[in-house]
């Protein structure tokens, strides 16, 4: 007889072991309950808008999308419906975005599972979750300026190893204007080379790397 306060979690990860693992971990819970699992966003907002769970696991990284995209139309359709982000790594950019969109919890595939547990309980109870780790990067970062979307252009194009004059052509401006919005960008990152920039970029989830 099921736990009237069972809750009951969609999983959507393309990952098999990662799948594998998380759904495991959850079996071994009576008052979890899988009521599905999907591989690609569009699987899983099928199940979500059906299903109706009450916390969904979302990979960050899936085929074709991203999780960050996806919040706000799977909250349009369940208002209820709590998602928990989960990520390669903790960069900060990405958990920001997450959280502002919608998103209850932000943990890495990485995570012990007595936290996988404790974000899903945490969540379920209707309380935001924040594995520590994360956490710890979002303090590190806190007050530092952000990225203008001229300057995330950049940023993402110099990350893919474009020269000032490319960018400015893509862009449509001159290379000094590029050269002093690069400029900006190392400020605010605090590097002052275009490989410091990348690396942190990467790092902190500030552009996104197709896969």
């Known amino acids: 007889m099921m736990n ?3 809750i009951r979690v969609l999983i959507i990860e393309n990952q098999i072991l ?13 008052d979890i309950e899988i009521v599905g699992e999907a591989e690609t966003s569009e699987e899983g907002f099928r199940l979500f808008c059906s299903l109706k769970p009450q916390v969904t696991l979302i990979s960050l990284r899936l085929p074709e999308s991203c999780a960050v995209d996806e919040i706000e139309r799977f909250l349009a359709e369940n208002k209820r419906g709590r998602i928990i982000v989960l990520a390669d790594q903790a960069g900060d950019a990405e958990v920001s ?3 502002k ?8 595939k990485d995570v012990s599972a007595d ?6 309980h945490t969540v379920g109870a209707g309380r935001k979750y924040i594995q520590s780790e994360v956490a710890n990067i979002l303090s ?5 300026e952000e990225l203008t979307r001229t300057e995330q252009k950049i940023l993402q194009m110099i990350v893919g190893g474009n020269s000032n004059k490319e960018i400015a052509y893509d862009l449509k401006v001159s ?3 590029v050269k002093t919005h690069v400029k900006n960008v190392f400020e605010k990152l605090g590097v002052s080379d275009r490989t410091s920039a990348a690396t942190l970029a990467i790092k902190r989830g500030l552009v996104r790397i197709d896969v």
Request: contains cysteine; positive net charge; proline residues 0%.
């Open 115 to 120: 936290d996988l547990v404790k974000a899903i």
């Open 18 to 30: 990662t799948r594998v693992g998380i759904r495991t971990i959850l079996s071994e819970q009576s």
């Open 97 to 99: 975005r997450s959280l």
């Open 175 to 177: 290379e000094n204007t």
């Open 101 to 108: 969109r919608g998103a209850f919890g932000y943990v890495c």
């Open 140 to 144: 590190e970062n806190f007050g530092q």
């Open 4 to 6: 009237r306060n069972t």
